[in-house]
């Protein structure tokens, strides 16, 4: 017998509050930092309400320190917390890269497991919100190339708040990345009550035969709209929302890839370093021989993300992507 | 009017050079107990250290960082902590790892092997952080979870003065005043980071003074007087617990030797001279007249502890050598609770590959 479970229509944003509540009152362990997170319910609302229904002990603003919230979140995670620590903008936490770099990835391989730092960094990410310089960085791949840290990327409510709840719950570091573009994009059902949507699996969420177009985040309405004006042009595409960054799904993108033999790999980072280049070298060990054209990937430049006037010329568009569907169709 | 820091913070001493109660508040805690347990582990940590040197010399150890002449330093903050309190050390400071409990197989890290990371289980000492300061803003994350746990554990933090002109410094320092976070910050000033002299590290003064910025009590003390250093640090921890938020400790030492094996202090600053000078002045000399002083040396005492540390020393330094080999599953075992996808596929295939080749 099917019960039914109560859903409520979120926004991402809502989503991700619902998320942090959810394991604020599940478990006492949980803290909520950052700057503006208490009194203000942070700068984009991820917090709002929490400080008022948890208290200033459980969700509280800190100095304006990035290095300071993350090295103390660390400490914290060490001595029995489970702190969600926000850095406002990704872009502002190349002061706490020491502090990841150092001690929350490598805590536990340098004390083979007798201090863990199971904390979860939460940064919104990515352009086109015509942000002022700096607000709208994309660098994932720092995070991925790093050792020891599982970096997560929802792009839908339902996968925001079960992501959400499986990094809490993640016994090591977890940077939990939030697509700004997207926070009041659109509304979706979210379940009220507490689930998890595992790390490290990505989602097929379009089927078709001809090519894979393999995504994440702010990308994913992007690639849907191509997908879309391909199909219209009767080409029709597997769409992967790739939603865990590392460790990456390699298995559905290689079950993917061996159906169309055709990938088109969609990011708003730069190219070279990319996590594009991550995905080729999955599909070349695991798939060679099924390809049927070279892999395209449609990314920024190699340059940092341009003041918001040209902004829009740096972000990969569905015609853009369009071209590359065509490219490798054609070849 | 210009204010003067070295007065406002003056060095606090219980005894002097000459070995002279200079500060009488505690006299009466001042047990033959207490300082022949001082006095032996400033022994034992020096023989470690100059152990650890020749074995250095002798090719059977790394690069290593001597601590010669900040015994007391070390030696007197950590015995001030309570079994159950937290430290943060830095590479430097194995006389304070070994005095609250690390074992003397510390030194393999020297010899590239993470055992000597490791505490025994239950305490909490965490292996030294090699970039400098960084463990500030950690030891203060540490003890903020205690105040949230109400948990009644204090948290001691080293560094050097060359830290103090870290971005960490400021901020665990600053994060600790905010939250009151009951954690100690004890530097070791032993006025050189490598090279470079603490007059060219900053403009002040003094380290202590620092604390003014925060807010927090700052204490100056003769690093070389483990009574001093002992009660200071046991009065600062004592007020983190209860309630009383961080204190700033800058324990004025002097490092005898080299940075590290790897570093030559005569390219830097006149060792001769600067040795002779501070030799007068050396931790266990001080200690050693005050005993004399005040009825609480013993000669045959003396004898038989310094056979029993060598014999400990000569046992670690077996142990050491007697290592089992490094398990080749430590490279790959520890990046995550359990390994991603790739990291167990790299092993398999390293692991193949290696196994492959030791046929051959």
Known sequence: MLTKIKTNKLTPIQAITDGLRTMLKEREEVIVLGEDVGVNGGVFRATDGLQEEFGESRVFDTPLSEAGIIGTSIGMAMNGMLPVAEIQFLGFIYPAYEQIMTHATRMRYRTKGRFTVPMVIRAPYGAGVRAPEIHSDSMEALFTHMPGIKVVCPSNPYDAKGLLISAIEDPDPVLFLEPLKLYRAFRDEVPEEKYKVELGKGKLIQEGEDVTIIAWGAMIPVAMQAAKQAEEKGITCDVIDLRTLYPIDKDIIAKSMQKTGRTVIVHEAPATGGLGNDIISIINDTSFLYMKSPIERVTGADVHVPFWALEEHNIPTPARVMDAIHKVIDF | ?360
């Open chain 2, 1 to 360: 009017m210009e204010r003067n820091m070295e007065e406002e913070f003056p060095v606090i001493q219980i005894i002097d050079k000459e070995g002279r109660y200079v500060d009488g508040t505690y006299k009466n805690e001042i047990s033959q107990e207490l300082v022949q347990r001082f006095y032996r582990q400033l022994v034992c940590m020096r023989t470690f250290d100059q152990k650890a040197i020749n074995l250095q010399r002798q090719g059977r150890l790394g690069t290593y960082p001597g601590f010669e002449g900040q015994e007391a330093a070390q030696v007197g903050s950590a015995l001030a902590l309570e079994e159950d309190d937290w430290m943060f050390p830095t590479y430097r400071d194995h006389a304070a790892s070994i005095t609250f409990g690390r074992s003397y197989n510390i030194l393999s890290s020297w010899n590239g092997r993470i055992e000597g990371n490791l505490p025994p289980e239950g305490k909490n000492i965490v292996p030294p952080s090699v970039p400098i300061a960084t463990q500030l803003p950690l030891a203060t994350g540490v003890a903020m979870a205690n105040k949230y746990k109400g948990s009644n554990q204090a948290v001691i933090v080293y560094f050097g003065d060359g830290a103090t002109s870290e971005g960490d410094f400021h901020e665990g320092l600053n994060f600790a005043s905010v939250y009151q976070a009951p954690v100690v910050f004890f530097n070791q000033n032993n006025r050189y980071a490598i090279s470079v002299p603490v007059w060219k590290q900053m403009n002040s003064e003094t380290i202590a003074q620092k604390s003014l910025a925060y807010d927090i009590p700052g204490r100056r003390i003769d690093g070389n007087d483990v009574l001093a250093v002992y009660f200071e640090t046991k009065k600062a921890l004592e007020q983190a617990r209860n309630g009383g938020g961080p204190t700033l400790i800058e324990a004025v030492t002097w490092r005898y030797g080299a940075h590290t094996t790897a570093d030559d202090p005569t390219k830097y600053r006149n060792q001769k001279e600067e040795n002779e000078k501070h030799r007068q002045n050396d931790p266990i000399l001080r200690l050693e007249l005050f005993m004399k002083a005040y009825g609480y040396w013993d000669e045959n005492w003396k004898d038989r502890i310094k056979d029993e540390i060598k014999k400990e020393i000569d046992n670690a330094v077996k142990g050491l050598e007697s290592m089992p080999p490094p398990d080749i599953n430590d490279i790959y075992d520890y990046m995550f609770e359990k390994p991603t996808w790739t990291i167990e596929q790299q092993k398999q295939e390293y692991i193949n590959h290696w196994r492959g080749e030791m046929k051959c």
